[in-house]
């Protein structure tokens, strides 16, 4: 009869007990991405060498849209490190940096570290219960350069280096959309313009411009 009585209060105790579920919940996130750094739109025999990536990660604030919170706008802040190998070596002529579009050199490194800045709109299957739902944020992002490098290997083991280059853009757009399920998501990213300024031509007066298309994976982590 005790046990009976024991049992019969620890199963009102258990269905007494509250779950207390947040329906004012946020999916703000911190996210790390890598990429691999495609060339699109090359002219005058502009190819990529070697293996070109990009790493970013940062922070995003989440704006609820709907009551369901399946709707939300996201603001973020974060860093991003670029690695392109174009066949683009540069040369110097006293003062004057000389682009040229040049196969003879081992090895090419254009790097730039960035602030980026996203905004998006985010769809999710998410509930105040469920840390694991499909997702789609799709957005903008504004880019500002902080600094920047470039260098060449020759054949003879010789290096040439370059520190902040004037003659790249110190300010981009991207369009990019992250698909996926739970922490791994695809994510593809399209820059809106060249790194390289519109006036700046080659020693033989040919311009030199190619967009920059990522593709790779995005982590989001609560």
């Known amino acids: 009869m005790f046990i009976i009585s024991c049992s019969l209060f620890a199963q009102q105790e258990e269905d ?27 002219k005058n025999g502009i190819k990529n060498t070697g ?3 990009s790493i970013e990660a940062g922070f995003i604030k989440d704006i609820p849209l709907n009551k369901q919170r399946n709707k939300a706008i996201g603001v973020g802040a974060g860093y991003n490190f670029d690695v392109l190998r174009p066949n683009i070596a540069i ?25 980026e800045f996203p905004l998006e709109y985010r769809w999710r299957t998410s509930t105040a219960t469920n840390n694991s739902f499909w997702r789609i944020y799709s957005g903008v992002s504004f880019i500002y350069n902080i600094q920047n490098s470039a260098s060449f290997d020759d054949n003879n083991g010789n290096t040439t280096s370059f520190n902040n280059l004037t003659q790249l853009n110190k300010t981009n757009f991207t369009l990019y959309t992250s698909i996926g399920f739970g922490t791994w998501n695809f994510h593809v990213k399209y820059y809106l313009n060249s790194p390289f300024k519109d006036s700046l031509r080659t020693g033989n007066g040919e311009k030199l411009y190619f967009n920059q298309l990522k593709i790779g994976v995005m982590f989001y982590i609560l």
């Open 16 to 42: 007494d007990t509250e779950v207390y579920v947040d329906d004012h919940y946020l999916e703000d996130q911190f996210y790390l991405g890598v990429q691999y750094n495609f060339l699109t739109g090359t």
């Open 51 to 53: 293996v070109p990536f």
């Open 91 to 115: 040369t110097k002529n006293g003062n004057d940096l000389i682009f040229n579009i040049d196969d003879n050199y081992n090895r090419y490194d254009y790097t730039s570290h960035n602030l």
